[in-house]
């Protein structure tokens, strides 16, 4: 369900360029996937508490949601050729 929310997001945001908008987004959700695996297990060493993981997993898509809807407007697309009407 989200991976056309995903896509349709990168076309809107950047109509001339969208693979290179959603290259970029892949590149960091990949970096952001593999950082959370070994923070995911510090966290667990160090305080052992699963609850406490999970608090920070939906911190984290809680921030993720409000910034994507900050960040996008729907009303704001730049077509392609970059030229807004006046």
Known sequence: LTLGGVSAAHLEAAPDAPASVFAIGN?????????????CAYLQDATHSW????????????????????????????????????
């Open 27 to 39: 590149s960091a959700g990949t970096l952001g996937g593999f950082l959370s695996v070994g923070g």
């Open 51 to 86: 609850p406490l993981i999970l608090g920070v997993i939906a911190g984290h898509y809680a921030v993720g949601a409000c910034l994507f809807a900050l960040w996008i407007d729907p009303e704001d697309v730049i077509p392609p050729g970059g030229k807004r009407d006046a």
